[in-house]
């Protein structure tokens, strides 16, 4: 099965029990999960194909994002003053996937000179009957101005974003929303000087002071819109153009192709970067977040809980003793943060949900089974005899069993899902768990005489391990539901 195929399945059954991941020991207000929408076809061809299908037009903008979405980063203010989506093109062809939304099409913007979009495909549109505007320059900053130029035929102008056309492209898709929504000329520039004339006009500077010179915001009598990192100007473009909103769009911060078609349709909502570790506390209270593009499931899934999450301050006082079996005692979100104040590895952050989710569905405290899996994998790191490939998640063996460092004494799983389901399963038969001990587990020492014979964490001492197991397990769950 294709690790698309995997996630999508996982990301169902994940929702089933996202709320789970809110609803705490004691008493806590009711949260609503937040609506939920995936937009992405087979290739970005057709994920801009679905999102034009989400709008009327009659007009659209042909573009190539092959090796660049610096003509992207231009059309998106033409969108706006247009009412056209922007589709996708290849140099010499037009994929199918764009064709069939051209058939009832008036007129097309080609963005870029011939280099980026042939003639070939010109004369394929004229041939089709179908009105035909080139609008390029000799650079990606002049192809710019040029669309700027018919923006200001359509439109009035009164204000304009300048970006860096080199190195600024992750800061810059932040305000492509904006500047369809406000039909608003994005200006590519070199980050030191602009050859556009913008007097009289509202100036906003995308990104900090390593893509756009402070001697270039002083010039322009610029407003600098920028932060640390593509998330952080992100963050301040939501804060100061979509105040109060609790609708959102979000894309892969790293696959910046996908948010820039997307950026037609994030006109009243806007459209947020996000990635594994990005913060994802702007999505908290969300009524709605549409997946945009081949963002990965789980980091979707991240979005969704964290829309779901309650305040911190209702979460119930931190248990002095922990039972196996329980509702969860800690969110989520606070496993997150206490793996990243731990400074986990990738991976752990990766498989953190599956933890999480897995625990969850089998009643097992996820706390546990986040806390135990970084004590056995060193949060998956590892320096032991198990590295990542035995995809082990808290160091079980084989029925056989053996020495601690015997390599062939340990299991290996086929996925990180049945390598966690086993360590939830072991848990859960030592707990004494309704059903058990099962058939068919996936726990490969899933013995009968060990059922039962650990109800708290703390006793977990001397039966799964040393004798201050259970005891190093309960201080690791304290500090994750502190947090």
Not at 163 to 169: L, S
Not at 214 to 224: G, H
Not at 375 to 402: H, M, Q
């Amino acid at each position: 099965m294709k690790e698309e195929e995997i996630e999508k399945m996982n990301f169902k059954k994940v929702m089933s029990v996202c709320m789970a991941s809110t609803i705490l020991a004691g008493s806590f207000a009711t949260v609503n999960a937040a609506e939920k929408e995936v937009i992405q076809g087979k290739n970005m061809y057709e994920t801009a194909g679905l999102i034009a299908d989400k709008q009327k037009y009659d007009s659209v903008i042909l573009v190539n994002l092959d090796n660049s979405i610096a003509d992207g980063l231009s059309a998106s203010g033409l969108s706006g003053a247009a009412n056209a989506p922007i589709l996708l093109t290849k140099k010499d062809s037009i994929p199918e996937e764009t064709l069939k939304r051209l058939k009832n099409v008036k007129k097309v913007y080609i963005i870029g000179l011939e280099a980026a979009i042939s003639k070939k495909v010109e004369d394929k549109l004229k041939c089709d009957g179908i009105s035909v505007e080139r609008l390029g320059g000799s650079n990606r900053n002049k192809t710019s101005y040029s669309v700027a130029d018919k923006i200001s035929e359509l439109k009035n102008i009164t204000s304009v974003a300048i970006t860096n056309g080199t190195n600024g492209e992750a800061d810059s898709i932040s305000i492509a929303s904006t500047a369809a929504r406000d039909a608003m000329p994005v200006i590519l520039t070199n980050g030191k000087t602009i050859d556009f004339n913008i007097k009289n006009k509202k100036v906003y500077a995308i990104g900090g002071t390593s893509v756009i010179s402070n001697s270039l915001v002083k010039s322009t009598n610029a407003e600098r819109l920028g932060g640390s990192n593509r998330y952080k100007t992100n963050e301040i473009i939501l804060n100061k153009f979509y105040p109060n909103v609790n609708e959102y769009y979000v894309a892969d911060g790293y696959d910046l192709k996908n948010a820039l078609v997307g950026s037609t349709l994030a006109k009243d909502a806007p459209l947020m970067l996000v990635s594994k570790g990005s913060d994802k506390s702007v999505f908290k209270g969300a009524s709605k977040i549409s997946k945009i593009g081949n963002l990965s499931y789980s980091i979707y899934e991240d979005c969704l809980r964290r829309a779901s999450s309650n305040n911190i301050n209702n979460i119930a006082p931190i248990k002095e003793n922990f039972d196996i079996l329980s509702e969860p005692t800690s969110t989520y979100e606070q496993c997150r943060r206490w793996a990243e104040s731990k400074r986990a590895s990738d991976l752990f952050m990766e498989i953190l949900p599956i933890l999480y989710n897995t625990a969850v569905e089998n009643g097992v405290d996820p706390t546990l089974v986040v806390a135990q899996c970084a004590k056995e994998t060193g949060y998956c790191k590892f320096g032991g005899v198990l590295d990542a490939s035995f995809k082990n998640t808290c160091g079980l063996k084989t029925p056989n069993g053996g020495g601690d460092y015997d390599k062939n004494a340990h299991t290996r799983f086929d996925s990180w899902e049945e390598g966690a389901l086993a360590q939830v399963q072991h848990l859960a038969l030592y707990a004494g768990k309704e059903g058990y001990p099962l058939e068919n587990p996936k726990d490969p020492r899933h013995f009968a005489d060990l059922f039962g014979k650990c109800k708290t964490v703390k006793s977990l001492s001397n039966n799964w391990a040393g004798s201050s197991y259970g005891e190093d397990l309960e201080k690791m769950m304290k500090e994750i539901v502190s947090k």
